[in-house]
């Protein structure tokens, strides 16, 4: 199966709510972590990242929650804008010999209501 | 500063024909890594670059090949090409290769296999 998954395909809001995405991972070696938001018809974009030595990290109107006991990884979005709508991934950064090679949950799809 | 380009945008093959990408990567980034994205599959690391050697490859037949020119460009190869090579194909990069570096995506390549 694979290392990195998502617990909920799609998940709706209403704009002006806070959005939470979770992901899964499951190689306890993995030390950092990424979030990407893909909209339709571009390739993902970096939104936030975590090294394995924080438990959280914050943006703009992004939160990133690591707990490494449970090996899971949420996104938080505060006052989700329609702007938001997009595929939201998680990756692992796995290490083998001596270079990263992320792995990637399958994504969950953001849906905004206005 | 200009952004990962990918060309072409979308390309339309029959099977058991060859193909090839190409990615230009930022200015200044030495590092790019291809990847294949499906609905069912997912996001998939196929192959990375870093100085025109191939330092990591993911788990995908001999067809898939890559390579890098010394000015960080990347094209990547497909042979005697099968349905089932019919997916988004995106390629990113980064400013080096093995710290665990953000990734930035072009817009990729829709290839179709017929």
């Known amino acids: 199966g694979e290392s990195v998954g998502l617990h909920l395909p799609t998940l709706s809001v209403q704009e002006g709510d806070n959005s939470i995405i979770n992901c899964a991972y499951s190689n306890s070696a993995s030390d950092y972590f990424i979030w990407y938001k893909q909209e339709s018809g571009k390739g993902p974009q970096f939104i936030i990242d975590i090294r394995s030595n924080m438990d959280k990290r914050q943006g703009q109107r992004v939160t990133v929650l690591l707990n490494k006991t449970v090996k899971h990884l949420s996104l938080q979005i505060a006052a989700t804008q329609p702007g938001d709508s997009a595929v939201y991934f998680c990756?692992?950064?796995?290490?083998?010999?001596?270079?990263?090679?992320?792995?990637f949950g399958r994504g969950t799809s953001l849906i905004v209501h206005p | 500063k200009a952004g990962v380009t990918q060309t072409p945008r979308y390309l339309i093959k029959t099977r058991g024909q060859q193909v090839t990408l190409s990615c230009s990567p930022i200015s200044g980034h030495r590092s790019v890594s291809w990847y294949q994205q499906t609905p069912g599959q997912g996001l998939q690391f196929l192959f990375e670059?870093?100085?025109?050697?191939?330092?990591n490859k993911g788990n995908f037949p001999g067809r898939f090949s890559g390579r890098q020119f010394s000015n960080s460009r990347s094209e990547m190869n497909v042979s005697t090409l099968e349905l089932g090579d019919s997916a988004l194909y995106l390629c990113?990069?980064?400013?080096?290769?093995?710290?665990?570096?953000?990734?930035?995506f072009g817009s990729g390549t829709q290839l179709s296999v017929l």
């Open positions: 670059y870093f100085s025109e050697t191939q330092r």
């Open positions: 990756a692992e950064n796995i290490l083998p010999g001596g270079s990263y090679i992320p792995t």
């Open positions: 990113a990069s980064s400013l080096m290769a093995g710290e665990g570096e953000k990734l930035f």
